[in-house]
Nanobody, 114 residues
Framework: QVQPVESGGGLVQPGGSLRLSCVAP????????VNWYRQAPGKGREFVAT???????NYAESVKGRFTISRDNAKNTVYLQMNSLKVEDTAAYYC??????WGWGQGTQVTVSS
């Protein structure tokens, strides 16, 4: 099963910013909706943000107003700009389609700590 490649994570202080990238394993021109998910230690995977082919976006309540999802179909890449990061945003972040068309990538670790 093909997998995306996530990157851009790291260690950041509360209030800081990171920009995550998800390189899709196939042309994004053929993919209508792409989501970002995250999984914190000891917790299940949860939805973070979604974007469709028309650029319509939606977010989990916990990140609304702080995170922005975007896509560049020509680069086969979906981005997640994360601002005003909180300790509770610490998690491994993954991208996938809503029906998990792709295999799960290795994710990118985001750690928010002072």
């Amino acid at each position: 099963q093909v997998q995306p490649v996530e990157s851009g994570g790291g260690l950041v202080q509360p209030g800081g910013s990171l920009r995550l990238s998800c390189v899709a394993p196939e042309s994004l021109f053929s993919i209508i909706v792409v989501n970002w998910y995250r999984q914190a230690p000891g917790k299940g995977r949860e939805f973070v943000a979604t974007i469709d082919a028309g650029g319509n976006r939606n977010y989990a309540e916990s990140v609304k107003g702080r995170f922005t999802i975007s896509r560049d179909n020509a680069k086969n890449t979906v981005y997640l700009q994360m601002n005003s990061l909180k300790v509770e945003d610490t998690a491994a972040y993954y991208c996938n389609t809503p029906k998990f068309r792709w295999g799960w990538g290795q994710g990118t670790q985001v750690t928010v700590s002072s």
